[in-house]
C-alpha cells in the first residue's frame, strides 16, 4: 500500500521556521522525484520545491528560494522541507509528491500557519 505520510505542519509567527517531513513507504522510494507542492485557502495547488533521485538535483519556486530548502534521505524513504524565514503569505497546505514517468502519488497534507 502506498503511503505517503506529511508531518512537523503547524503555527508558527512570521520569521519563525518549521521543519517538514515526508515519509514514504509502499513503493521504490529512491527512483522517484518528490516534490513539495502548498495551496493556499482559494489558490490554485503549487509546486514550491523538488528533489530527484539519483543525484538529488533541487529545484525552488521564485517565491520561496533562500528560504526553503528540500533534502532527501532514502536510507529513512523521508523528504524534509526546512522552511525558514515565513511569511503569512506561506500559510497552506502543503503536500508531499512522488513521481516518475509512470507513478504519481499524493500525501494527505500538513497545514502551516504563519501569524503576523
Known amino acids: 500500500q502506498v503511503q505517503l505520510v506529511e508531518s512537523g505542519g503547524g503555527l508558527v509567527h512570521a520569521g519563525g521556521s518549521l521543519r517538514l517531513s515526508c515519509a514514504a513507504s509502499?513503493?521504490?522510494?529512491?527512483?522517484?522525484?518528490i516534490n513539495w507542492y502548498r495551496q493556499a485557502p482559494g489558490k490554485q495547488r503549487e509546486l514550491v520545491a523538488g528533489i530527484t533521485s539519483p543525484g538529488d538535483s533541487t529545484n525552488y519556486a521564485d517565491s520561496v528560494k533562500g528560504r526553503f530548502t528540500i533534502s532527501r534521505d532514502n536510507a529513512k524513504n523521508t523528504v524534509y522541507l526546512q522552511i525558514n524565514s515565513l511569511k503569512p503569505e506561506d500559510t497552506a497546505v502543503y503536500y508531499c509528491?512522488?513521481?516518475?514517468?509512470?507513478?504519481?502519488?499524493w500525501g494527505q497534507g500538513t497545514q502551516v500557519t504563519v501569524s503576523s
Open positions: 509528491n512522488a513521481k516518475t514517468y509512470y507513478t504519481n502519488f
Open positions: 509502499g513503493f521504490t522510494f529512491s527512483s522517484h522525484t
